[in-house]
């Protein structure tokens, strides 16, 4: 699992977050539709997002991942607000990362000699997802997790530029269409 470009579409999925658990949160999108309606559409997403696909080879059920995604929505919305989470959202990613045994291996990222963490037993997609929603809980600025400024825009992602003042999920989505309206409202005050 190596680290998203910004603004990037994966099969017509948004993996613009920055961190595997947001682009998990935004398979729901109020533009694009629900990713994870379908047992199909879970599947698609999990190759998208470069897991390993579910050990089971059966068709992937799709209740466990919504359970899931609505808990970390909860938790994202939490933490952006800087207020207390509900329990039941933080028991629910609780479940899966108590569901499997997580243990440490070396592992080459970007060229780099990384300590990265293997799961084995439960779901494994699920527990990733899990384990990296607490991986970045327990070392995140607040200040840089924000929903895009897009007005029909409901992704979210971690802002990891030096000055922390990125506005928009993609600019090739909502920030180029910021741009083009600014400059066809700037040209009728012109002319």
């Not at 109020?30 to 599947?43: C, H, K, N, V, Y």
């Not at 050990?55 to 938790?75: H, I, K």
């Not at 933080?90 to 592992?107: E, S, T």
């Amino acid at each position: 699992m190596g680290e998203q470009a910004i603004g990037e579409l994966r099969d017509g999925m948004p993996f613009v977050g920055g961190r595997l658990w947001i682009d998990f949160v935004n398979s729901a999108t109020a533009t694009m539709g629900d990713f994870l309606e379908t047992p199909d559409g879970w599947r698609r997403w999990i190759a998208a997002a470069d897991l390993p696909p579910e050990s089971t080879g059966e068709m992937p059920d799709v209740g466990p991942a919504r359970d899931l995604r609505t808990a970390l929505a909860t938790l994202l919305a939490h933490l952006i607000r800087q207020t207390i989470p509900p329990q039941q959202a933080i028991d629910a990613v609780n479940r899966h990362l108590g569901a499997v045994a997580v243990r440490k291996q070396l592992q080459i990222r970007d060229g780099v000699l990384a300590i990265g963490a293997a799961t084995m037993g439960g779901s494994d997609v699920l527990a990733a997802i899990a384990q990296d929603f607490a991986d970045f809980a327990a070392d995140f600025e607040p200040h840089r997790l924000r929903y895009c400024s897009g007005p029909d825009c409901t992704l979210a992602f971690y802002d990891t530029a030096r000055n922390a003042t990125r506005r928009w999920c993609s600019m090739a989505l909502c920030g180029n269409r910021h741009k083009v309206k600014t400059h066809r409202a700037r040209k009728l005050v012109c002319d």
